[in-house]
Protein backbone atom coordinates (compact mmCIF):
# COMPACT_ATOMS: atom_id res chain seq x y z
CA UNK A 1 0.00 0.00 0.00
CA UNK A 2 1.40 3.49 -1.18
CA UNK A 3 0.97 7.01 1.00
CA UNK A 4 0.26 9.32 -1.26
CA UNK A 5 1.08 12.60 -1.92
CA UNK A 6 -1.08 15.74 -2.01
CA UNK A 7 -0.22 18.17 -5.02
CA UNK A 8 -0.43 21.66 -4.21
CA UNK A 9 -2.13 23.19 -6.39
CA UNK A 10 -2.40 26.58 -4.54
CA UNK A 11 1.28 26.88 -4.47
CA UNK A 12 1.58 26.24 -8.28
CA UNK A 13 -0.93 28.59 -9.47
CA UNK A 14 0.68 31.31 -6.97
CA UNK A 15 4.14 30.73 -8.85
CA UNK A 16 2.16 30.92 -12.30
CA UNK A 17 0.53 34.30 -11.53
CA UNK A 18 3.72 35.58 -10.55
CA UNK A 19 5.45 34.13 -13.95
CA UNK A 20 3.00 35.89 -15.62
CA UNK A 21 3.28 39.01 -13.83
CA UNK A 22 7.18 39.32 -14.69
CA UNK A 23 6.05 39.52 -18.38
CA UNK A 24 3.76 42.55 -18.05
CA UNK A 25 6.43 45.29 -17.54
CA UNK A 26 8.19 44.31 -20.92
CA UNK A 27 4.88 43.95 -23.19
CA UNK A 28 3.71 46.94 -21.30
CA UNK A 29 6.73 48.65 -22.80
CA UNK A 30 6.64 47.25 -26.40
CA UNK A 31 2.72 48.38 -26.70
CA UNK A 32 2.56 51.45 -23.91
CA UNK A 33 0.09 49.55 -22.35
CA UNK A 34 -0.29 46.45 -19.94
CA UNK A 35 -2.04 43.02 -21.27
CA UNK A 36 -5.95 43.48 -20.55
CA UNK A 37 -8.87 41.28 -19.52
CA UNK A 38 -12.65 41.97 -19.71
CA UNK A 39 -15.17 40.08 -18.01
CA UNK A 40 -18.72 40.09 -18.57
CA UNK A 41 -21.18 39.20 -15.82
CA UNK A 42 -24.83 38.49 -15.95
CA UNK A 43 -27.11 38.69 -13.55
CA UNK A 44 -26.44 38.41 -10.16
CA UNK A 45 -25.84 34.46 -8.98
CA UNK A 46 -24.01 35.11 -6.23
CA UNK A 47 -20.89 32.37 -6.57
CA UNK A 48 -20.86 33.94 -10.31
CA UNK A 49 -20.14 37.56 -8.85
CA UNK A 50 -17.35 35.59 -6.67
CA UNK A 51 -15.52 34.26 -9.43
CA UNK A 52 -15.66 37.54 -11.30
CA UNK A 53 -14.57 39.70 -8.55
CA UNK A 54 -11.69 36.73 -7.72
CA UNK A 55 -10.81 36.92 -11.94
CA UNK A 56 -10.78 40.98 -11.60
CA UNK A 57 -8.43 40.87 -8.32
CA UNK A 58 -6.19 38.16 -10.04
CA UNK A 59 -6.09 40.31 -13.07
CA UNK A 60 -5.18 43.95 -11.17
CA UNK A 61 -2.38 42.23 -8.86
CA UNK A 62 -0.39 40.51 -12.48
CA UNK A 63 -0.28 44.28 -13.32
CA UNK A 64 -2.91 43.80 -16.03
CA UNK A 65 -6.22 45.95 -17.28
CA UNK A 66 -9.48 44.03 -15.42
CA UNK A 67 -11.74 45.84 -16.85
CA UNK A 68 -15.59 44.70 -15.82
CA UNK A 69 -19.17 45.05 -17.23
CA UNK A 70 -22.10 44.12 -14.99
CA UNK A 71 -25.42 43.37 -16.92
CA UNK A 72 -28.69 43.13 -15.15
CA UNK A 73 -30.69 39.34 -15.26
CA UNK A 74 -32.78 40.86 -18.29
CA UNK A 75 -30.39 42.16 -20.68
CA UNK A 76 -31.72 41.33 -24.28
CA UNK A 77 -29.63 39.03 -26.58
CA UNK A 78 -28.75 41.56 -28.76
CA UNK A 79 -27.50 44.03 -26.12
CA UNK A 80 -25.38 41.45 -24.59
CA UNK A 81 -24.01 40.99 -28.22
CA UNK A 82 -23.58 44.47 -28.61
CA UNK A 83 -21.23 44.43 -26.03
CA UNK A 84 -18.87 41.33 -27.36
CA UNK A 85 -18.96 43.80 -30.37
CA UNK A 86 -17.57 46.41 -29.02
CA UNK A 87 -15.14 44.49 -26.66
CA UNK A 88 -13.81 42.49 -29.75
CA UNK A 89 -12.97 46.26 -31.44
CA UNK A 90 -11.63 47.71 -28.82
CA UNK A 91 -7.53 47.15 -28.96
CA UNK A 92 -6.80 47.82 -25.08
CA UNK A 93 -8.70 44.35 -24.23
CA UNK A 94 -7.18 41.36 -25.53
CA UNK A 95 -8.93 38.69 -23.47
CA UNK A 96 -12.76 38.50 -23.22
CA UNK A 97 -14.46 36.27 -20.93
CA UNK A 98 -18.42 35.74 -20.46
CA UNK A 99 -18.80 34.37 -16.88
CA UNK A 100 -21.19 30.98 -17.46
CA UNK A 101 -23.81 30.24 -16.75
CA UNK A 102 -25.91 32.72 -18.87
CA UNK A 103 -29.76 33.12 -18.02
CA UNK A 104 -32.02 31.00 -19.82
CA UNK A 105 -33.42 33.48 -22.70
CA UNK A 106 -30.03 34.07 -23.72
CA UNK A 107 -28.37 31.72 -26.41
CA UNK A 108 -25.12 30.96 -24.64
CA UNK A 109 -23.84 29.07 -27.98
CA UNK A 110 -24.55 32.96 -29.89
CA UNK A 111 -22.88 34.99 -27.46
CA UNK A 112 -19.36 32.66 -27.37
CA UNK A 113 -19.34 32.41 -31.11
CA UNK A 114 -19.44 36.26 -31.06
CA UNK A 115 -16.44 36.43 -29.51
CA UNK A 116 -13.09 37.08 -31.79
CA UNK A 117 -11.17 33.73 -31.35
CA UNK A 118 -8.06 35.69 -30.70
CA UNK A 119 -9.51 37.23 -27.52
CA UNK A 120 -11.32 33.93 -26.42
CA UNK A 121 -9.48 33.23 -23.32
CA UNK A 122 -11.73 30.61 -21.98
CA UNK A 123 -10.72 28.57 -24.97
CA UNK A 124 -14.72 27.94 -25.74
CA UNK A 125 -15.27 28.72 -28.98
CA UNK A 126 -15.43 26.64 -31.93
CA UNK A 127 -12.08 27.78 -33.59
CA UNK A 128 -9.82 27.23 -30.80
CA UNK A 129 -11.80 23.83 -30.14
CA UNK A 130 -11.08 23.07 -33.65
CA UNK A 131 -7.43 24.25 -33.23
CA UNK A 132 -6.93 21.87 -30.35
CA UNK A 133 -7.95 18.95 -32.08
CA UNK A 134 -6.23 19.08 -34.81
CA UNK A 135 -2.76 20.56 -32.96
CA UNK A 136 -2.31 24.05 -34.31
CA UNK A 137 -2.34 26.80 -31.97
CA UNK A 138 -4.78 27.62 -29.80
CA UNK A 139 -6.66 29.25 -26.79
CA UNK A 140 -7.37 26.22 -24.65
CA UNK A 141 -9.79 25.92 -21.64
CA UNK A 142 -8.28 26.92 -18.47
CA UNK A 143 -9.18 24.14 -16.30
CA UNK A 144 -8.00 21.35 -18.27
CA UNK A 145 -4.95 23.47 -19.27
CA UNK A 146 -3.87 24.18 -15.61
CA UNK A 147 -4.95 20.20 -15.23
CA UNK A 148 -2.18 19.21 -17.72
CA UNK A 149 0.46 21.74 -16.18
CA UNK A 150 -0.31 20.04 -12.93
CA UNK A 151 0.34 16.20 -14.21
CA UNK A 152 3.29 17.36 -16.25
CA UNK A 153 5.48 18.89 -13.02
CA UNK A 154 4.45 16.22 -10.91
CA UNK A 155 5.32 13.43 -13.88
CA UNK A 156 7.42 15.03 -15.85
CA UNK A 157 7.08 13.02 -19.68
CA UNK A 158 3.61 11.85 -20.14
CA UNK A 159 4.23 9.76 -23.07
CA UNK A 160 2.95 6.22 -22.95
CA UNK A 161 0.80 6.60 -20.07
CA UNK A 162 -2.52 5.26 -19.69
CA UNK A 163 -4.73 8.35 -19.11
CA UNK A 164 -8.72 7.92 -18.30
CA UNK A 165 -10.73 11.30 -18.25
CA UNK A 166 -14.03 11.15 -16.45
CA UNK A 167 -16.59 13.70 -18.00
CA UNK A 168 -16.73 14.24 -21.28
CA UNK A 169 -17.90 18.20 -21.56
CA UNK A 170 -16.78 21.02 -23.49
CA UNK A 171 -15.23 22.64 -21.26
CA UNK A 172 -13.30 19.66 -19.22
CA UNK A 173 -13.22 16.34 -20.50
CA UNK A 174 -13.04 16.89 -24.28
CA UNK A 175 -10.17 19.06 -23.97
CA UNK A 176 -8.41 17.16 -21.11
CA UNK A 177 -8.37 14.41 -23.32
CA UNK A 178 -6.93 16.32 -26.69
CA UNK A 179 -4.21 17.57 -24.22
CA UNK A 180 -3.60 14.26 -22.71
CA UNK A 181 -3.38 12.82 -26.58
CA UNK A 182 -0.99 15.75 -27.49
CA UNK A 183 1.48 14.24 -24.64
CA UNK A 184 1.20 11.17 -26.28
CA UNK A 185 -0.82 9.39 -22.93
CA UNK A 186 -3.51 6.43 -24.08
CA UNK A 187 -6.45 8.21 -23.78
CA UNK A 188 -9.91 6.89 -23.01
CA UNK A 189 -12.58 8.61 -21.98
CA UNK A 190 -15.59 8.31 -19.68
CA UNK A 191 -18.80 9.57 -19.17
CA UNK A 192 -22.28 8.28 -17.52
CA UNK A 193 -22.93 5.45 -20.35
CA UNK A 194 -19.64 3.81 -19.68
CA UNK A 195 -20.04 0.07 -19.02
CA UNK A 196 -17.68 -0.97 -15.43
CA UNK A 197 -16.23 2.43 -14.95
CA UNK A 198 -14.34 0.55 -12.00
CA UNK A 199 -12.51 -0.91 -14.24
CA UNK A 200 -11.61 1.21 -16.72
CA UNK A 201 -10.35 3.32 -13.69
CA UNK A 202 -8.24 0.72 -12.42
CA UNK A 203 -5.79 0.49 -15.24
CA UNK A 204 -4.94 4.02 -15.69
CA UNK A 205 -2.04 5.64 -14.60
CA UNK A 206 -3.51 8.96 -14.54
CA UNK A 207 -7.29 9.83 -13.75
CA UNK A 208 -8.45 13.01 -14.73
CA UNK A 209 -12.34 13.60 -13.11
CA UNK A 210 -14.89 16.28 -14.03
CA UNK A 211 -17.74 14.71 -13.28
CA UNK A 212 -19.98 16.53 -10.48
CA UNK A 213 -20.68 13.70 -8.13
CA UNK A 214 -19.16 13.81 -4.81
CA UNK A 215 -16.56 11.49 -4.07
CA UNK A 216 -18.02 9.21 -6.70
CA UNK A 217 -14.61 7.72 -7.36
CA UNK A 218 -13.06 5.08 -4.39
CA UNK A 219 -10.23 4.62 -3.20
CA UNK A 220 -9.85 1.24 -4.36
CA UNK A 221 -10.93 1.82 -7.84
CA UNK A 222 -7.10 3.41 -8.33
CA UNK A 223 -4.52 1.55 -9.68
CA UNK A 224 -1.66 1.66 -6.92
CA UNK A 225 0.66 4.74 -7.38
CA UNK A 226 -1.70 6.42 -9.91
CA UNK A 227 -1.40 10.38 -9.73
CA UNK A 228 -5.32 11.57 -9.90
CA UNK A 229 -6.66 15.25 -10.54
CA UNK A 230 -10.06 16.00 -8.99
CA UNK A 231 -11.66 18.81 -10.85
CA UNK A 232 -14.88 17.92 -9.56
CA UNK A 233 -16.77 20.67 -7.14
CA UNK A 234 -19.43 19.40 -5.38
CA UNK A 235 -21.05 21.23 -2.10
CA UNK A 236 -22.31 18.16 0.60
CA UNK A 237 -23.96 19.00 3.99
CA UNK A 238 -20.80 19.25 6.77
CA UNK A 239 -19.74 17.72 9.90
CA UNK A 240 -21.90 20.81 11.70
CA UNK A 241 -25.57 20.93 11.30
CA UNK A 242 -26.25 23.85 8.69
CA UNK A 243 -23.10 23.90 7.27
CA UNK A 244 -21.69 22.46 4.21
CA UNK A 245 -18.17 22.02 2.48
CA UNK A 246 -16.54 21.43 -0.75
CA UNK A 247 -15.78 17.82 -1.76
CA UNK A 248 -14.48 16.57 -5.01
CA UNK A 249 -15.33 13.90 -7.15
CA UNK A 250 -12.83 11.44 -5.73
CA UNK A 251 -12.83 10.10 -1.91
CA UNK A 252 -9.58 11.71 -1.29
CA UNK A 253 -9.29 10.66 2.31
CA UNK A 254 -9.60 6.75 0.83
CA UNK A 255 -7.46 7.67 -2.49
CA UNK A 256 -4.65 8.73 -0.51
CA UNK A 257 -3.98 4.88 0.77
CA UNK A 258 -3.43 3.91 -2.99
CA UNK A 259 -2.30 6.60 -5.37
CA UNK A 260 0.78 8.41 -5.88
CA UNK A 261 -0.53 11.84 -6.04
CA UNK A 262 -3.77 13.07 -6.10
CA UNK A 263 -4.67 16.86 -5.98
CA UNK A 264 -7.11 17.80 -2.70
CA UNK A 265 -10.56 19.48 -3.21
CA UNK A 266 -10.12 22.71 -2.20
CA UNK A 267 -6.90 23.74 -3.01
CA UNK A 268 -5.69 21.83 -6.58
CA UNK A 269 -7.30 22.79 -9.61
CA UNK A 270 -9.79 25.50 -8.03
CA UNK A 271 -6.55 28.06 -8.18
CA UNK A 272 -5.20 26.67 -11.27
CA UNK A 273 -8.10 27.89 -13.35
CA UNK A 274 -7.36 31.68 -12.64
CA UNK A 275 -3.97 31.39 -12.89
CA UNK A 276 -4.24 29.97 -16.14
CA UNK A 277 -6.81 32.43 -17.29
CA UNK A 278 -4.68 35.31 -16.42
CA UNK A 279 -1.77 33.05 -18.67
CA UNK A 280 -3.86 33.10 -21.68
CA UNK A 281 -5.10 36.48 -21.24
CA UNK A 282 -1.02 37.05 -21.43
CA UNK A 283 -0.30 35.19 -24.28
CA UNK A 284 -3.37 36.30 -26.34
CA UNK A 285 -2.12 39.78 -25.70
CA UNK A 286 1.32 38.89 -27.12
CA UNK A 287 -0.28 36.93 -30.01
CA UNK A 288 -2.53 40.02 -31.07
CA UNK A 289 0.79 42.27 -30.88
CA UNK A 290 2.85 40.22 -33.24
CA UNK A 291 5.07 39.47 -30.05
CA UNK A 292 6.42 35.45 -29.83
CA UNK A 293 4.92 33.61 -27.04
CA UNK A 294 6.17 34.43 -23.67
CA UNK A 295 8.38 31.25 -22.82
CA UNK A 296 7.76 28.39 -20.01
CA UNK A 297 4.20 28.98 -19.42
P1 LIG B 1 -20.95 18.60 -16.91
O1 LIG B 1 -22.17 18.35 -16.09
O2 LIG B 1 -21.02 19.42 -18.13
O3 LIG B 1 -20.32 17.18 -17.32
C1 LIG B 1 -20.27 16.12 -16.43
C2 LIG B 1 -19.78 14.89 -17.14
O4 LIG B 1 -19.75 13.82 -16.20
C3 LIG B 1 -20.65 14.46 -18.31
O5 LIG B 1 -19.86 14.15 -19.42
C4 LIG B 1 -21.36 13.21 -17.76
O6 LIG B 1 -21.59 12.21 -18.75
C5 LIG B 1 -20.34 12.68 -16.78
N1 LIG B 1 -21.01 11.84 -15.77
C6 LIG B 1 -22.12 12.12 -15.06
N2 LIG B 1 -22.43 11.09 -14.26
C7 LIG B 1 -21.49 10.14 -14.46
C8 LIG B 1 -21.28 8.85 -13.92
N3 LIG B 1 -22.08 8.32 -13.03
N4 LIG B 1 -20.22 8.15 -14.38
C9 LIG B 1 -19.37 8.67 -15.30
N5 LIG B 1 -19.53 9.90 -15.83
C10 LIG B 1 -20.58 10.62 -15.42
O7 LIG B 1 -19.88 19.18 -15.88
P2 LIG B 1 -18.53 20.04 -16.11
O8 LIG B 1 -17.61 19.33 -17.03
O9 LIG B 1 -18.90 21.44 -16.38
O10 LIG B 1 -17.94 19.99 -14.63
C11 LIG B 1 -17.59 18.78 -14.00
C12 LIG B 1 -17.19 19.04 -12.57
O11 LIG B 1 -16.04 19.87 -12.56
C13 LIG B 1 -18.24 19.80 -11.73
O12 LIG B 1 -18.16 19.34 -10.40
C14 LIG B 1 -17.78 21.24 -11.79
O13 LIG B 1 -18.19 21.98 -10.67
C15 LIG B 1 -16.29 21.05 -11.81
N6 LIG B 1 -15.55 22.16 -12.43
C16 LIG B 1 -14.49 22.65 -11.75
C17 LIG B 1 -13.73 23.66 -12.27
C18 LIG B 1 -12.56 24.15 -11.48
O14 LIG B 1 -12.09 25.24 -11.73
N7 LIG B 1 -12.02 23.36 -10.57
C19 LIG B 1 -14.05 24.28 -13.56
C20 LIG B 1 -15.13 23.62 -14.26
C21 LIG B 1 -15.86 22.60 -13.69
P3 LIG B 1 -22.63 12.39 -19.98
O15 LIG B 1 -21.92 13.28 -20.95
O16 LIG B 1 -22.83 11.01 -20.46
O17 LIG B 1 -23.86 13.03 -19.38
Redesign the pocket.
Known amino acids: MTTGKLIDGKAFAAQLRERVGTYVPAFHQAQGRAPGLAVVLVGEDPASAVYVRSKGKATREAGMESFEHRLQDDVSQGDLMAIVAQLNADDAVDGILVQLPLPDHIDDKAVIAAIDPAKDVDGFHVVNAGRLAVGEEALVPC ?1 PLGCLMLLKDHLGDLAGLDAVV ?4 N ?3 KPMAQLLLQESCTVTM ?5 RD ?1 EAVVRRADIVVA ?4 AE ?1 VRGDWLKPGATVID ?4 RVAGAQEGKTRLVG ?1 VATAEALAHVGAITPVPGG ?2 PM ?1 IACLLRNTLVAAHRRAGMPDPEGL
Open positions: TIGRSIVGAHSRTLGVGRMVGINDVGT
